[in-house]
């Protein structure tokens, strides 16, 4: 009786391990199935997919390095983040990684810290974008963000409308410098008070520069972010923003990027977040 009821239990055991790989694998071919396949060096792809992204939990990663090709339809800013979102119509084949929610078309976006490195290609071109492929949990949809890396394919076949440049002889370099200030210590639930200023340096000389967009990231220890923020320079080179620190208490790093507006020009502060 025990040995027909321990070859039951080997049986009904065995029988689990079976459905439980088939079930293994169903989960892993529909993950392997759900992202456009990476084009690439593999050492081109970035480790941590969410880095500099706002808000990271409003996303589910379904693959760190993915590669899309397709035809841009519209170029736009959104000045909310500063991120420049790239709408794409996908070829044929890349049509099946798209839930119905997209719609038909698939948005790239080119976050705030990669704009001085990465060039958002003109509407009606060919390209090939590669970054992390990800599910937006509210829309529904799929997107490509970051999109870091744009191969544009029929360059030269496309006319660029609308856009005129004015040659006045060489221009004067100069560079961007930029200061922060911030509180060193603020209670849990207090306002951070962040304020940036920006001037152009050329031949010793200094100038306000304003209109000059910025995005403003705050790190925890562990360099993860947890508050953003895209704020612009007036007429005097200054700009105000104000986090709430709403974190747990530590030290935290608050960075400023020049990058919106193409300048490769970083500036930190810290700060200390304390129980009050």
């Not at 693959?63 to 709408?87: E, H, I, N, Y």
């Not at 639930?189 to 200023?197: A, C, D, F, Y």
């Amino acid at each position: 009786m025990r040995r027909r009821l321990r070859r039951s239990v080997l049986l009904v055991a065995a029988v689990l391990v079976l459905v439980l790989d088939a079930v293994l694998l169903t989960v892993l071919l529909h993950v392997q199935q759900a992202a456009p396949p990476w084009a690439g060096a593999r050492s081109s792809c970035r480790t941590d997919a969410m880095d500099h992204v706002h808000d990271p939990g409003r996303l589910e990663v379904l693959a760190t390095c993915a590669t899309l090709t397709g035809r841009v339809r519209s170029v736009r800013f959104v000045p909310a983040f500063d991120d420049v979102k790239v709408t794409l119509v996908p070829t044929a084949d890349m049509r099946r990684y798209l839930p119905t929610a997209n719609n038909g078309v698939v948005v790239a976006d080119v976050v705030a810290t990669d704009q001085a490195s990465v060039t958002a290609p003109p509407a009606g071109t060919q390209v090939a974008v590669s970054g992390a492929w990800v599910h937006d949990k509210a829309t529904r949809t799929a997107m490509m963000l970051p999109a870091y890396r744009f191969d544009v394919r029929n360059r030269a076949a496309v006319v660029i409308r609308g856009q005129s440049i004015e040659r006045h002889g060489p221009q004067t370099p100069r560079t961007l410098d930029l200061s922060v200030r911030a509180p060193p210590r603020v209670p849990v639930g207090g306002e951070i008070p962040v304020t940036v200023s920006a001037h152009w340096s050329a031949f010793g000389h200094l100038s306000d520069a304003s209109q000059v967009r910025l995005f403003i990231e705050m790190t925890a220890p562990d360099g993860k972010g947890v508050r953003w923020k895209a704020i612009q320079t007036n007429t005097r080179g200054l700009a105000l923003a104000r986090l709430v620190a709403i974190q747990v208490p530590a030290a935290y790093t608050i960075t400023v990027y020049a990058t919106p507006s193409r300048q490769p020009v970083t500036v930190a502060t810290s700060v200390h977040v304390a129980h009050r």
